[in-house]
Every structure is written in structure tokens, then in C-alpha cells.
């Protein structure tokens, strides 16, 4: 299997980690939408919404619900939106939640800016 994000669990890529347990990954995301852009991904390879486990989606929307607290307090944020992309609106196809943080101020910081924010 070729994918990306199965890669990036293994540790055959790196990745701005943010967050992982023992079936979840999330990581910054390298092109942002807005600073503190993360993606949320079951480890196990999974395609979409309609083959991810309801656990697993269950243990997905916690990480990005704990994960929004925490960018509430460390990235100042002032709203966030989740979007999970399915078939060909999907661009990598393995089942991925996008966490967005949305500011009322304009926010420029670059991807190694974010992380530190959020790693310390």
C-alpha cells in the first residue's frame, strides 16, 4: 500500500505529531488553511466514513474536541470547524478529520511557529 498517511504512522515520513495514543494520530497539516491546521486520522488504514468503526470515529471526535481546548488556550483561537471529505472530495484516501482553527484577527505564524505554541 502506497499511502501517505499509513506512512506517516510508521515514521517513514515525519510529521508535526500534536497528538497519539494507541489508535489515533493527529498532525499540522503542511498546507494550512489557517495556522494550527490539523489533520486527525485513525492509525489503522481506513478509507471513509463508511468503513471507519464507530469506535474509532468516537475516539477521533474526542481527540479533536481535546485538541480545540487546547488550541483555545494556546493558539488563542476564537472558533474552530471540523470537515471530513469523502470519494472525490477526498484527496488522500484514508479516513482523515480536519481540524481548522478560525480567528477573528488575522493570525500569521508558520508551521514550526505553531508547533512550538502548541508542543510547550
Do not use: W
Not at 489503522?44 to 463508511?50: A, G, K, P, R, V
Not at 471529505?85 to 488575522?106: A, T, V, W
Amino acid at each position: 500500500m502506497d499511502c501517505l498517511f499509513c506512512k506517516i504512522v510508521k515514521g517513514e515520513i515525519p510529521s508535526y505529531k500534536v497528538y497519539e495514543d494507541d489508535y489515533v494520530l493527529a498532525f499540522l497539516d503542511i498546507n494550512p488553511n489557517t495556522p494550527g491546521h490539523t489533520l486527525i486520522i485513525p492509525k489503522e488504514h481506513t478509507l471513509d466514513i463508511n468503513s471507519i468503526d464507530t469506535d474509532t470515529l468516537n475516539k477521533i471526535v474526542d481527540v479533536a474536541k481535546k485538541l480545540s481546548k487546547e488550541y483555545e488556550e494556546k493558539l488563542n483561537i476564537d472558533g474552530f470547524s471540523l470537515c471530513q471529505n469523502n470519494g472525490i472530495s477526498q484527496e488522500i484516501k484514508h479516513f482523515h478529520m480536519h481540524l481548522i482553527p478560525r480567528y477573528k484577527d488575522k493570525f500569521n505564524l508558520n508551521i514550526d511557529e505553531v508547533y512550538k505554541k502548541i508542543t510547550n
